[in-house]
């Protein structure tokens, strides 16, 4: 897992990166919590997201947010963030001229920044939001949602509280065109302390749902879209 750095809008953004074994892999970009709350791409949630996305076959990174770690810039409350994960997915796109889609998965802020950018691209397949910030962050751009997804959530969450997450996805899935898997965590709280392994069993077997990672036949589809394009 080779350590990076990204070109970004306010100068270097520290990253890391692991690089599919299998040819024109699908891509996972990973986003961490609050920057000015102690969030990292070293976050133990945000660290077993990119774990879970590289062990699946995808071309998978994490970084870190301007003003975190060795990354360049201070904290901008959403917007800046939001561009530094935009030249993220530009960066790893670049390296893979032809994966044939991309997921974001987010933890609590990183979620908020994740689901803000696949509203900007449309390459963006699926998404997995942990512990989205539903009660201090505003999620009424996702109107309508582009793409059905993943929210987890612990029902011992004192930071956000699972009412708030609750009402969120019933949102979403009002709407027509998306399906949204909402999975409450019992005896978990915001960090998901004691519960990391139902974490990331909660987060595979959606991805085994949905097909995502080695689980898709990424030379068939692309033959397939290389056929239709034809």
Known sequence: MPDIIITGSEGRLEGNYTHSKTPNAPLALILHPHPEHGGTMNNRVTYSL??????????????NF????KSQGEYSGGEGELADAAAALDWMQELNK???YVWVGGFS????????LLMRRPEI?????????AN???FTFLAPCPTSGLIVHGDQDTIVPHADVQEFAERLRAQKGIDIDYKLIENCNHFYRGQM???????ND???????????????????KAKAAA
Not at 66 to 69: D, K, T, Y
Not at 125 to 133: A, E, I, L, N, T
Not at 197 to 203: F, Y
Not at 215 to 220: G, L, P, T
């Open 50 to 63: 990119f774990q879970t996305f590289a062990a699946r076959g995808f071309s998978t990174l994490r970084f």
């Open 66 to 69: 301007r003003g975190v770690g």
């Open 98 to 100: 032809n994966a044939p």
């Open 109 to 116: 802020f990183g979620s908020w920044i994740g689901m803000q």
């Open 125 to 133: 397949r699926g998404w997995v939001s942990v512990s989205p910030p």
């Open 136 to 138: 201090t962050e505003d």
């Open 197 to 203: 392994g139902t974490l990331i069993e909660t987060v």
């Open 206 to 224: 959606y991805l085994n749902k949905e097909r995502a990672g080695r689980h898709i036949d990424v030379k068939a589809l692309l033959e397939n």
